[in-house]
């Protein structure tokens, strides 16, 4: 069974910094075999794809609103982080990692099977 453990998150200032990371165990397809995404949910919002590494063709998509100041990268076969730069109020949310073994059009697509348990973000001085 595909299991996600999240590690990272907490209280920081706007403007820094912080690392979220995503320890993946449990396939039973090729890891590269598996879309994978982060997402978000703010307080009162639907959650949101925020980056995803496809396993169409390999590549890392962002969210628009996103796309420079967050990175997704991937260390190993079973181990991805999401560096966050310049936190904003707006990004405090609790963030989710998944995976999901079919070929999505469009991995930040909420429509992953597996989940990690969320890490909450907080961005406040």
């Known amino acids: 069974q595909v299991q996600l453990v999240q590690s990272g998150g907490g209280l920081v200032q706007p403007g820094g910094s912080l690392r979220l990371s995503c320890t993946m165990s449990g396939f039973t397809k090729g890891p590269f075999s598996y879309a994978i995404g982060w997402f978000r949910q703010a307080p009162g919002k639907e959650r949101e794809g925020v980056a995803c590494i496809s396993n169409n063709n390999g590549n890392t998509y962002y969210l628009d609103s996103v796309a420079g100041r967050f990175t997704m990268s991937r260390e190993s076969e079973t181990l991805v982080h999401l560096q966050i730069r310049n936190l904003e109020p707006g990004d405090t949310a609790v963030y989710y990692c998944?995976?999901?073994?079919?070929?999505?059009?469009?991995?930040?697509?909420?429509?992953?099977?597996?989940w990690g348990p969320g890490s909450q973000v907080t961005v406040s001085s």
């Open positions: 998944a995976v999901d073994p079919l070929y999505f059009r469009n991995c930040l697509k909420d429509i992953y099977d597996y």
